[in-house]
């Protein structure tokens, strides 16, 4: 390109770099055909200023001269900005768009999010943030969380969480500053001003106060009551997390009932199949992923449009599935292999499942539980016949079997506790079990025919009956409802659901 002769080239001074680059070639990019094609300041003295990135402004050229150019994790945001702002071929943003979604895993939200704006091509603010508020609990127990910057620690930690308690806040701050104290304690009190003290419980309280780097730190009982007095009060984020109930109406239409933890029923949409819906792992702010039915169903969910799509958990582009590999990475140090499964603890029951922990995922495969998940774990999870159910609450696991027997299993997935579901002619098939995640002390059985739920107290050790409550501001859509087809809890977002909650229960 530099041989040319100057009337021939035009000359592009990018931050600290020149470029002298043929009329002819430049001429492809319509950015560059227009400001050629008039009479122009540029034109006439064949020397542009430009202010973009050099990494990507470089593949720009690099793609005009040979015809391909080299996408990276590290410039591809800013090569899709670039590519709109000069309005090349579509087939370019494409490319770049696909790669980010192959390729994204956590470890790259240093490089990403500086890159990110709010109308960013390849993913925007909305989405990215959306993404780390769902997901916060498994992030913040990797690896990845060690070894981000102070900026995208304080960023993340200021978003509306999706979390059971501010401590589990506070403990991925110490986790991070235990990943190197020595040059991280400085930024302690910065941090847990991030904490939202005020929707502390006196329990977690108690618990964050024998803290022994806390205290160290001068960070003790007068401060957490100063901070608890002065800090961020408007929204609770320990308060994101719902029991979902969906039925059949009619065709492919359904109810969704949004419940509460005193299973009030807080709203009721109707809800009709959308199969063009997209399936992007990062989506809008009025989207939710509702996983049900031990972790082998799941269904996506338009609130604004009242629409939905079923998520086929079984094909390798599944979002769900493309989601843990963005945590935990899309080449683990070993392949997903029979050694990954628990042989020492069996518990008995055929086919697999996943379950989503508050801060991991477990599959389950032919009565063995996974050690860890990594590369090629898909494979283990399928559709096929399977005769047991399972849920998670605090540490412990719950499965029940085809005889109905419900089995408490401890952190290491040792039983400790049985108890059997009588007094029901019900199958196994007929039957949903769920929980909530954390801070509760019921397991629930659902009838999908009859739809009788059931709960299990693990304190009083007793089954009693459970009967929703239907407050003034909700639509009772019991009335034409057929089948029950998912009882689950999930973490539903302020933003997606905030707009059709009851005023006085939000």
Known sequence: ???????????????????????????????????????????????????????????????????????????????????????????????????????????????????????????????????????????????????????????????????????QVFDAIFRWINGDSRSRMRFLRKLLNLVRWYHLEDLDLSEIKKNKFFNRAGSGPVFWLHWKRNCHRAFNRAKQNYFIMIEHVSGTNLHVKVIDSNFIVLFVRKVELDKSMPLHVFHNKHVSDIIFDSGRRGIRIDWSLSKYRWLDLSTFKCPHLETIKCIYGRSGEKNCSSDNLNKDLYLGALGSALLETTEKFILIYDGYFSRSLSEGFEKYFHKDFHDFHVTFLDDHIYVLNRLLVLTRYDTNYCPIEWTRFENTRAKLADLLLTSSQANDNRVFLANKITKDIHCYNIKSKKWSSIHLKINNGSIDCRTGSNELLAFTSAFLSIDAIGPYMNPELS
């Open 1 to 167: 390109m530099d041989s040319l002769k100057t009337d021939d080239q035009l000359t592009i001074n990018n931050r600290r770099k020149e470029y002298k680059i043929s009329k002819k070639l430049i001429r492809k990019v319509p950015y560059f055909e227009k400001m050629l094609s008039h009479d122009l300041k540029e034109s006439k003295e064949n020397k542009v200023e430009l202010d973009f990135d050099e990494q990507a402004l470089k593949e720009i050229f690099h793609c005009l001269e040979f015809g391909y150019m080299f996408i990276e994790m590290e410039s591809v945001m800013n090569l899709c900005n670039m590519i709109d702002y000069f309005g090349m071929d579509n087939d370019l943003m494409d490319e770049c768009v696909d790669y980010f979604h192959d390729n994204f895993t956590i470890e790259h939200l240093p490089v990403v999010m500086p890159q990110v704006t709010a109308t960013s091509k390849c993913i925007n603010s909305e989405a990215l943030n959306g993404f780390i508020c769902r997901h916060f609990l498994k992030i913040s127990n990797t690896t990845a969380w060690l070894h981000y910057p102070i900026e995208i620690v304080e960023y993340i930690l200021n978003l509306n969480l999706m979390i059971h308690s501010e401590k």
